[in-house]
Nanobody, 124 residues
Framework: QVQLVESGGGLVQAGDSLRLSCAASGRTVSTYARGWFRQAPGKEREFVAAISWNGGNTYYADSVKGRFTISRDNVKNTVYLQMNSLKPEDTAVYYC?????????????????WGQGTQVTVSS
């Protein structure tokens, strides 16, 4: 089993920044990719970013490319999502998800473990 705990969400104004953290415990996960997804009210959960096991490869949704940066610290078993130039359309619950296969996935159904989510609200 893997437990994921997100933190760092909050209420900010458009143009502000936030950094989300996702700490993992349980099974060893440092050799697998991890991702961030988000879900706005009335919408499906969507891919935001993912990072390979060693941080060598990162992937972003077009909507956040250039504004968000994903990174990881395998010593701390933690993945981060630095979000800059936030927009009201970034408002959602942000979820961390653990991939337990080779490579990396982009669909929510491909991920094995999920955190409880952290709310990000961006006011205009």
């Amino acid at each position: 089993q893997v437990q994921l705990v997100e933190s760092g969400g909050g209420l900010v104004q458009a143009g502000d920044s936030l950094r989300l953290s996702c700490a993992a415990s349980g099974r060893t996960v440092s050799t697998y990719a991890r991702g961030w997804f988000r879900q706005a009210p009335g919408k499906e959960r969507e891919f935001v970013a993912a990072i390979s096991w060693n941080g060598g490869n990162t992937y972003y949704a077009d909507s956040v490319k250039g504004r968000f940066t994903i990174s990881r610290d395998n010593v701390k078993n933690t993945v981060y999502l630095q979000m800059n130039s936030l927009k009201p359309e970034d408002t959602a619950v942000y979820y961390c998800a653990q991939w337990m296969n080779h490579g990396v996935g982009f669909a929510p159904t491909e991920y094995d473990y999920w955190g409880q989510g952290t709310q990000v609200t961006v006011s205009s």
